[in-house]
């Protein structure tokens, strides 16, 4: 069974910075594209940031210049780096990891509440 497995998520305030982690498998992280999601309430789930095996980012138009992907493939861990966090960033945030083969699959984690107020 994947699992991902979270920590990180926390109540900070305006102007802050928080940081997420993620561990999978070995053998699944290291086929996998990484990404972080989140929901916000009467929201859709959306993309915050993903990145590849190879080491290929995309974020969210509302994320760049103030959130960093990265993964380390001998910890088999993907970490979100927010800073200058706004109320807006908010949300429950979802690790994810999707296959880069032509077998379809993708796993979910539990999610960690991220809470950005005063």
């Known amino acids: 069974q994947v699992q991902l497995v979270e920590s990180g998520g926390g109540l900070v305030q305006p102007g802050g910075s928080l940081r997420l982690s993620c561990a999978a498998s070995?053998?699944?992280?290291?086929?996998?594209?990484m990404g972080w999601y989140r929901q916000a309430p009467g929201k859709q789930r959306e993309l915050v940031a993903a990145?590849?095996?190879?080491?290929?980012?995309n974020y969210a138009d509302s994320v760049k210049g103030r959130f960093t992907i990265s993964r380390d493939n001998a910890k088999n861990t993907v970490s979100l780096q927010m800073n200058s966090l706004k109320p807006e960033d908010t949300a429950v945030y979802y690790c994810?990891?999707?296959?880069?083969?032509?077998?379809?699959?993708?796993?979910w984690g539990q999610g960690t509440q991220v809470t950005v107020s005063s």
């Open positions: 990145i590849t095996t190879g080491g290929n980012t």
């Open positions: 070995r053998i699944i992280f290291s086929r996998a594209t």
């Open positions: 994810n990891a999707k296959s880069e083969s032509a077998i379809v699959w993708n796993s």
